[in-house]
């Protein structure tokens, strides 16, 4: 990511929210109407935010909110992302953003996961990391994105490098033969077993 930065085949800038509140102490936050835990970030930082961004950008963007409450992010989804010029990911924290806002400028809700972080900031690395290596030029083997896990719903095949024999291990022997074809018979086919093994959910998405 830091190559493909330099290059400029990805470029990606950090908004602080807190830039764009109107009160003195730099606040973005205020309690829950209806009581509860917790603080919620205001609509009005957040929107002055996003508006500064969209308006600088000059057309509109996918603003994608990271948020447990959302299906879970997949590859096909990276895929989908690198795809757009510009992508807008909003970070929230404490208990969360005013729905009034999210409902105004969010078009995609994504989860990295059925668990709970303090801030979307860590989700949004996830993001960037896993839809720039989808933009051509981004990974140094254009190949590697494609054969690789969740091609297909399946997970990659094992993999060996050197030595062929280690701590009393071999390295299947197919490997060796040099065969094209029937090595990319057992990939697939340790692909296949894999999955149904460790990720057997795939393969009924499928279906
Ligand atoms: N009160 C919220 C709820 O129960 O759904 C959780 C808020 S969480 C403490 C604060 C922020 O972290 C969220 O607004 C979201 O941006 C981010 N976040 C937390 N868990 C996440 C996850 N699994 N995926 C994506 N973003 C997450």
Not at 19 to 25: A, G, I, P
Not at 27 to 46: F, R, S
Not at 121 to 133: G, H, K, M, T, W
Request: glycine fraction near 8%.
């Amino acid at each position: 990511m830091g190559r493909a930065a330099a290059q400029g085949t990805i470029h990606v800038s950090a908004i602080n929210i807190r830039d764009y509140s109107v009160e003195k102490h730099k606040k973005v936050d205020d309690y829950p109407y209806g009581g509860g835990a917790g603080m919620l970030m205001q609509a009005q930082p957040v929107y002055d935010a996003w508006k500064a961004v969209t308006d600088a950008i000059g057309h509109p963007v996918r603003t994608v909110y990271l948020t447990p409450q959302a299906q879970v992010f997949t590859q096909a989804e990276a895929r989908s992302f690198a795809q757009e010029e510009d992508l807008i990911l909003l970070c929230g924290h404490y208990e969360g953003i005013d729905e009034r806002v999210l409902e105004t400028i969010v078009t995609d809700y994504v989860s990295i996961g059925d668990y709970v972080l303090t801030g979307g900031e860590l989700p949004a690395l996830v993001l960037i990391d896993s839809i720039s290596r989808m933009v051509p030029g981004v990974l140094s083997n254009a190949d590697s994105g494609i054969d690789e896990s969740f091609s297909e719903n399946l997970l990659e095949y094992p993999q060996y490098t050197r030595p062929e024999e280690w701590m009393g291990k071999k390295v299947p022997e197919i490997l060796l033969s040099g065969h094209h074809a029937k090595v990319e018979a057992w990939r697939k086919e340790q692909s296949i077993l894999r999955t149904k093994e460790r990720r057997p959910d795939l393969l009924e998405d499928n279906e």
